[in-house]
């Protein structure tokens, strides 16, 4: 193992149980490549303010772009009996570059160092996510365009309700992911402030120059308090509570989609790819996938409570305990960016059973709010015209006899305003177009929203 960057003090080495329980590398390892940025612009500026030679933060930053270059093309070799992903940098530049390498340390802590990682990681990992919403919303849209005249049965508290067009209930999903995609743009902002330069806690005497750090680094502040730089995750827990809301949407999209897929429903295939078997039932074709990123959803939640569970009893300033803030937000990325690139596919793949669709439209209790709204336009209070149509659904729906079949004086008999042309409204087509109110699922007015969605989409792709 190498030395560590604090064993001088130390009179005897630490015990291999304390090495294996305190190592990091295996998980901060995917910080390489921030915390060779970093250390670059650190380099230069120590050169540039004559903190240390030029001739030697030029040295330090070539040995370190070297490095870069290394692990860039996949020949950077881990040291997994190194510390952390710093001990194992520092390591490889000495053996680069030789004692120059020892100041490139000079004016910063593992501390400020850490916190400086992770929002660079952090920037970066957002910015690809919010892409990949976006793809999945693309691949969703095109399939709403594809299905623009689709109707199928709305429901609540899973029972049938009303009439929706299949175009509305997706377009639904891209007005949830597209507050998840603003939510983690607006988490993005707080950890792009560049904590660096506030050292262990405390700042430091050495006439550092923060703000060229942040320039070069691509940050937009720098932090304002050196306690709080090196302290506070709760950048980590904003990203991940947006990455838990993110996670809530994906799982009750894939429940939609198990449920559509099944004889009961019918709704919709889903491609054999995404599927898979019974090794008892030869018939079964079941929807695996979607289950799984179902189940997986609940990672991501209790990611979320690791970080706020691990946070609420530190005291202020750093803590080692905050070693343990990465895994669960690798973690919560790691497992977003897998279903969102498994359902942007899934989408592509799907076939919709319009013939199966269109046999559950014959049911006329999904017209019902069509019929009270019928009779309000002909002066009927709200109350008594729920009373009335409650009536007719008593009567004939509920004991197999459809509302269309009845003759005028039949219909009379529940109301003097009810007329045989009442009997134009009951249809899935008619109804959907009833509906005029904006957010509706008017067709005219969801085809406009497709064309919005095409628009805003393709500006942001």
């Not at 305190?22 to 650190?42: E, M, N, P, Q």
């Not at 933060?57 to 370190?64: D, F, R």
């Not at 197999?400 to 249809?427: A, C, V, W």
Request: with cysteine.
């Amino acid at each position: 193992m190498s030395k560590k960057l604090w064993g001088t003090r130390f009179p005897k080495k630490t015990c291999t149980l304390t090495d294996k329980f305190t190592s990091s590398i295996a998980f901060d390892k995917r910080l390489a490549k921030y915390d060779i940025l970093g250390s670059i612009a650190h380099a230069r500026m120590l050169g540039k303010q004559r903190i240390i030679p030029s001739k030697e933060a030029n040295a330090i930053v070539q040995g370190l772009n070297a490095i870069l270059k290394d692990l860039e093309k996949g020949k950077f070799k881990f040291d997994l009996a190194a510390e952390d992903v710093h001990s194992n940098i520092q390591d490889l530049l000495v053996k680069k570059i030789g004692a120059a390498a020892f100041k490139l340390h000079t004016a910063r802590s593992r501390n400020d160092q850490i916190a400086l990682d992770i929002r660079m990681y952090l920037k970066e990992e957002v910015k690809e996510l919010v892409e990949m919403v976006a793809l999945l919303q693309n691949s969703i849209l095109k399939l709403a365009k594809a299905n623009q005249k689709v109707i199928i049965p709305g429901y609540t508290h899973l029972q049938m309700a009303q009439c929706v067009l299949l175009a509305h209930h997706l377009l639904a999903y891209l007005e949830g992911l597209e507050r998840d995609k603003a939510r983690l743009l607006d988490a993005k902002e707080r950890a792009d402030i560049m904590p660096l330069g506030s050292c262990a806690l405390s700042g430091t005497s050495l006439a550092i120059d923060r703000k060229a750090v942040m320039k070069e680094l691509g940050f937009k502040k720098i932090t304002e308090n050196s306690i709080d730089s090196v302290s506070d995750r709760d950048f980590i827990i904003e990203a991940l509570a947006d990455l838990a809301i993110l996670s809530v949407h994906l799982s009750r999209i894939a429940e939609d989609l198990i449920l559509w897929a099944t004889k009961e429903f019918n709704f919709i295939d889903i491609d054999f790819s995404f599927c898979t078997g019974s090794s008892i039932m030869p018939h079964k074709k079941n929807p695996d996938v979607l289950e799984l990123i179902r189940g997986s959803v609940g990672k991501v939640q209790g990611d979320l409570s690791s970080i706020l569970v691990l946070m609420k009893g530190l005291p202020s300033s750093y803590n080692r305990d905050l070693q343990l803030d990465k895994p669960p937000l690798f973690d919560a990325i790691d497992t977003v960016k897998d279903i969102l690139e498994i359902f942007v596919v899934l989408f592509q793949n799907i076939v919709v059973e319009k013939g199966a669709i269109a046999c559950r439209l014959t049911d006329e209790s999904l017209f019902s709010v069509d019929v009270v709204e019928y009779l309000i336009k002909k002066g009927v209070s709200y109350r008594d015209a729920h009373d009335i149509v409650g009536k007719m659904v008593r009567d004939c729906l509920d004991k197999g006899k459809k509302i269309s079949s009845l003759n005028r004086s039949e219909l009379k008999k529940y109301s003097p305003k009810l007329e045989p042309d009442i009997k134009n409204i009951l249809s899935a087509w008619k109804s959907v177009s009833l509906k005029t109110s904006y957010g509706g699922t008017n067709p005219g007015l969801v085809e406009k929203q497709i064309k919005n969605w095409e628009k805003k989409l393709n500006a942001r792709i």
